[in-house]
């Protein structure tokens, strides 16, 4: 009876919703893409979404108003620069004192998406109330979702006279049954939905095809402009970046680079990035059980990676899944050959095989330890592919990226008269 109740008072709020979407739509001006809004989970956080997510914004900042909205703030100050000229709104200031009724609000937990949201931990009843009160104030130009949780309440939320473009950093499969199902139900509203690769665009044209957005289309990440020169690939240091998770697979490498280490023992592994106290030990115990604590380094988090990047000669990518894999890019923007597992999805996008990285397509460790081998031994071969990968970085340039997303803002911008408004009954 109560989940029943449930459903019944949540079909007459989208209904009520419905018309009130009716009547904005009925007074609204053409749309507009002038102003440009990016819900990002946390702004002042670490990762390659809240880089990549920067990058776009100083790009789109020199034609068009910017305003990051980051829907949580745990840091006192940004682990990024933040670009000039783009504004930061926090929705729920963890940094700051909050009354009592928002005290209990945030103890409650989040009803607008599936607990499979992997960001569901950092959600609340809060949270949902001052995101669609955010999306409920705004009187036109465009807002860009970058996960799930931003794109669900978008499509049920955003007025008519907003632009509204999904966007997916990581990839379809990897999200569980019940969220793909409320993904299913509401990402056809967008005017635009976007993947960074063409894997997952034949997954969501497929999962989208009964009722598919507007526009469904890949732009893939654009490289931040990085600090450090090329590499000069005489360093004896293989390099791996990424959040300690299981998703990277950094066991993987640590077990790869016991024959690594066997056979040139002059190189060194050095691990960037972070995660909890718990992960991060059971990495380092992993490291010293297999008598490695001289050879690999967990050098924690840096806003300069791309300096660390200029003082290897290898990336190694473990990974089990890649949603686009960033840090390819980033490594190749300075020279650096890749060695990465074949993993879904993005790798394989971005590398040519022996051209300007290796593929390797086994998911045994020996086999990645064959491939970082190979490239430590040729010299030829891994000037050959770093002078490769250079090229292929370029095609990942702000330029060239930040251009199709200034395009795809202007055909919506010229798309004609405004959606239906019709919500379905269920969310």
Not at 33 to 42: E, G, S
Not at 173 to 181: D, I, K, R, T, W
Not at 399 to 405: C, K, Q, S
Request: aromatic share 6%.
């Amino acid at each position: 009876m109560l989940a029943t109740g449930r459903r019944l008072i949540a079909r007459m709020a989208l209904k009520s919703l419905e018309l009130a979407n009716r009547r904005r739509a009925r007074k609204a001006p053409p749309r507009n893409a002038r102003q440009v809004h990016i819900l990002l989970l946390h702004a002042y956080g670490m990762g390659g979404t809240i880089r990549t997510v920067l990058n776009l914004a100083a790009y789109l900042a020199r034609d068009h108003e910017v305003e990051i909205v980051s829907l949580t703030r745990t840091n006192e100050e940004p682990f990024f620069p933040l670009p000039p000229g783009v504004r930061v709104r926090f929705l729920d200031d963890r940094m700051a004192p909050r009354g009592r009724f928002a005290e209990f609000l945030a103890r409650r937990p989040s009803r607008l998406v599936s607990q499979e949201e992997k960001a569901y931990l950092n959600l609340s009843l809060l949270t949902d109330l001052r995101l669609i009160r955010y999306l409920r104030s705004l009187r036109g130009g465009a807002v860009i979702g970058t996960r799930p949780v931003f794109n669900i309440v978008m499509g049920l939320f955003a007025p008519p006279e907003v632009l509204t473009i999904g966007q997916e950093h990581v990839t379809l499969e990897s999200h569980g049954p019940e969220l793909q199902a409320q993904i299913k139900r509401r990402y056809g509203r967008f005017d635009a939905f976007v993947t960074l690769t063409e894997a997952d665009l034949k997954d969501y044209t497929k999962t989208l095809k009964a009722r598919p957005p507007q526009r469904l289309l890949r732009i893939p990440n654009a490289i931040p402009d990085l600090a450090g020169d090329v590499s000069s690939l005489e360093e004896k240091v293989v390099v791996a970046i990424g959040r300690v998770v299981w998703a990277k697979g950094f066991d993987r490498l640590v077990n790869a680079w016991k024959t690594v280490a066997r056979a040139h023992p002059d190189w060194v592994l050095r691990i960037y990035g972070g995660g909890t106290p718990e992960r991060e030990e059971r990495l380092r115990q992993r490291i010293e059980e297999a008598g490695l604590s001289e050879k690999i380094f967990l050098m924690g988090s840096t806003p300069e990676i791309g300096v660390e990047l200029s003082k290897s000669s290898i990336y190694a990518v473990s990974s089990r899944y890649e949603g686009f894999g960033m840090t390819i890019l980033e490594a190749m923007s300075k020279g650096v050959p890749v060695v990465s597992f074949d993993c879904p999805h993005g790798p394989r996008e971005i590398i040519t095989h022996e051209h300007d990285g290796l593929l390797v397509r086994s998911k045994k460790a020996a086999s990645l330890a064959a491939g970082i081998c190979r490239v430590i031994e040729d010299e030829e071969l891994r000037h050959r592919m770093g002078a490769n990968a250079l090229r292929t970085a370029a095609d990942y340039d702000v330029e060239v990226i930040g251009a199709r997303w200034r395009a795809l803002l202007a055909e919506l911008e010229e798309g004609g008269p405004l959606p239906a408004c019709s919500l379905g009954t269920t969310a």
